[in-house]
């Protein structure tokens, strides 16, 4: 690590930009969620639900990571199933 590293490694950050970053990366989720995988996506969800600038952007989030939740139990069973096929 030379000097200039060490001297903008420990760069004070702002308060501010953090939580607008992880905003714009939480959006850019949602926008391609069929690439994205369900965890990722349900944490992009949790960001814009908690940190969302309007009712809308809440909504439509809260929206969404009820439907990837609801689409857990079902992967799940498949889990289960074929574990159980597998085993026989």
Known sequence: MTLHDARTFN????????PAQ??????AVIANVARHSDHLVRLACNVLVTHGKSDTERRDARA????????????????????REAGQ
């Open 11 to 18: 760069l004070p950050r702002t308060a501010g930009t953090w």
């Open 22 to 27: 992880r905003l714009v990366e939480a959006r």
């Open 64 to 83: 969404l990571l009820f439907v990837i939740d609801a689409r857990r139990p079902m992967r799940q069973r498949h889990v289960e199933r074929s574990e």
